[in-house]
């Protein structure tokens, strides 16, 4: 059979929210909620965490070797090569791309995802940023193939194709077969990541009126949670899309100025 590994790109130190991937959501760490529902997909043979090497992961480590979740240690900047290397131990045919700071995945739209892939035969399918984005953020999902993968590892240059793994694809549709799964209504200005503190106490919100109810809730429950109670949208809609991305085209802009003066 075709092997599908869900790869999960986490590490403790965020600027923003240090520590939200350990934060308990009904007493289980926020990343936890996700991978069990990330392991809800009919689509995917095998799931690892890659993390880094630094000491601020170690914490993470120890969750994760008591849940009996796999993991891999890499860089903690050049996120590209850590998944690289994490994929290469396994030799998948297919990679899907998450990270985890999204506990409301949708497992039916990850398989959707795959499914879009296989059946196009596309080199890289997402429902994400990047090609025009109709889904809530905190539901990205990418799917690539590993041999695509190697390319992009090989080819990408800049510091914000390095640190979000997939950009040289979206910035280069020429080179590639890209596929696009889109929603039937726009819904992108919902917003379900947790980056923020504010985005943390919705996503609890969210977990403490479904979950007890149904723990594979999906994608449609949320939108009718958030549709009888409109004051639940205010919470983090402030907080604008891709800050991560923002600060990694700067970072860009002066690798680029650094190459210039070094030639």
């Known amino acids: 059979t075709m092997k599908i590994l869900a790869i999960i790109q986490a ?3 965020s600027s923003r929210l240090p520590n939200k991937i350990l934060k308990p959501i009904l007493e289980k760490p926020m990343l936890i909620h996700q991978i069990e529902r990330v392991q809800l997909s009919k689509m995917i ?3 690892v965490v890659a993390t880094s090497k630094d000491a601020s992961d170690d914490q993470l480590v120890d969750l994760l070797k008591s849940s009996g979740i796999e993991h891999y240690r890499g860089s903690l900047k050049d996120v590209l090569d850590r998944f690289f290397q994490t994929a290469s131990i396994y030799n998948p045919e297919h990679i899907v791309r998450l990270t985890g700071d999204c506990p409301v995945i949708d497992f039916e739209i990850i398989d959707k995802v795959i499914e879009l892939h296989l059946d196009k035969n596309f080199d890289y399918t997402s ?7 109709t889904f809530p953020d905190g539901l990205d999902v990418e799917v ?4 695509i993968l190697k390319e992009v590892w090989e080819k990408s240059r800049l510091p914000s194709e390095r640190e979000h793994v997939t950009p040289y694809i979206t910035r280069h549709p ?3 077969f890209v596929g696009h799964y889109a929603s039937n209504h726009n819904l992108s200005n919902y917003r379900w990541t947790v980056d923020e503190p504010e985005d ?3 996503v609890e919100k969210i ?3 479904l979950y007890p109810l149904n723990k594979a809730f999906k994608m449609e429950d949320i939108l009718q949670l958030m549709n009888n109670n409109p004051e639940m949208k205010l919470i983090n809609h402030k907080i604008g899309r891709n800050e991560g991305m923002k600060k990694s085209l700067i970072e860009d802009k002066e690798w680029a100025s650094n190459e210039y003066e070094s030639l």
């Not at 429902?127 to 984005?133: H, R």
């Not at 690539?144 to 041999?147: E, G, L, M, S």
């Open 144 to 147: 690539i193939r590993f041999d």
């Open 207 to 209: 977990y403490q009126a």
């Open 11 to 13: 590490r403790t130190s």
């Open 127 to 133: 429902n994400a940023p990047g090609l025009g984005v």
């Open 174 to 176: 020429e080179l590639f």
């Open 200 to 202: 943390f106490v919705l």
């Open 45 to 47: 043979n095998h799931l």
